[in-house]
């Protein structure tokens, strides 16, 4: 249609690099984590950051290649391709610990959200933030654009319900990116105990939340197309019924 292409945080290498410079650095990352197809890790391995540098990889829900069922358990691996260790925040270990951000100097975030309240990935970035700001370590996030970032719907959450699968006072859909999210996380003193992250954010060019956005990888293994991302917020809720909603079908929220 003649617009110009998104340019996703990720993308905007000759923003970030000069930030990571020879820091030693953590990443959140997953499978959704690509520049241009190539994974985040594998693309700044081949612009000069050195394996030694990346101390590890925090991987959400779903694992670091993205393959694991929604709920399974994921243990701490290390990547096959780079030997890097891979430390699960999901399951038992939510939120890195002070052990695991020793030596680290910079929290790299790039992980592909749906604009779902109950998605476990800003869970993530929560407890992300929290860990950042309590042991004085910065928070890069590269920004990503929301599927379902053109439209706000669906009641507040009452803290009073508050889980991994929500977290925030927001609506079911929030119409933030996980970037602008990040910012109102701190901004609102959500953290526990009034704590601040330090965070920056590396937000995505020629994009608008009236931007139509189809993913170039699934985010999770049951959000496989663009109808069942859109359904998502809706059809999620049934899993709190004895119906199925579809998981593990051709056409899973569908």
């Known amino acids: 249609n003649g617009d110009p292409p998104i340019r996703c945080g990720a993308d905007r290498m000759e923003q970030y690099l000069p930030m990571i410079g020879e820091r030693p650095i953590a990443l959140v990352a997953n499978h959704t984590s690509l520049i241009e197809g190539t994974h985040l890790v594998d693309t700044l391995l081949s612009r000069g950051i050195q394996k030694d540098q990346i101390l590890k990889v925090f991987a959400p829900e779903h694992g670091f290649r993205g393959e694991r069922a929604a ?32 030596g680290v100097e910079l929290v790299v975030f790039d992980l ?15 407890y992300v933030m929290e860990a ?29 319900y508050s889980s991994f699968v929500g977290m925030h006072p927001i609506p079911v859909v929030y119409g933030l990116t996980i970037g602008e999210l990040a910012g109102m996380i701190n901004g ?51 899993e709190g019924t004895i119906l199925s909603e579809g998981r593990g079908t051709s056409m899973p929220f569908e």
Not at 137 to 159: A, C, I, K
């Open 188 to 238: 609102e003193g959500w953290l526990s105990k009034g704590v601040r992250c330090e965070l920056e954010v590396i937000p995505c060019t020629n994009y608008s939340h009236s931007t139509s956005y189809s993913l170039p990888v699934s985010p999770s293994p049951n959000l496989s197309n663009d109808h069942a991302i859109r359904l998502y917020p809706s059809t999620c809720f049934f």
């Open 112 to 126: 592909q959200d749906v604009g779902a309240r109950f998605y476990t990935y800003i869970s993530t970035l929560h």
């Open 132 to 160: 950042c700001g309590e042991n004085g370590v910065p928070l890069l996030v590269l920004d990503r654009p929301n599927p379902n970032g053109n439209f706000v719907d669906g009641p507040l959450m009452e803290p009073a």
């Open 71 to 102: 709920g399974s358990l994921i243990d701490d691996s290390a990547d096959p391709e780079t030997g890097i260790p891979i430390v699960s925040v999901y399951g038992a270990n939510k939120k890195p610990s002070a052990e695991e951000l020793e």
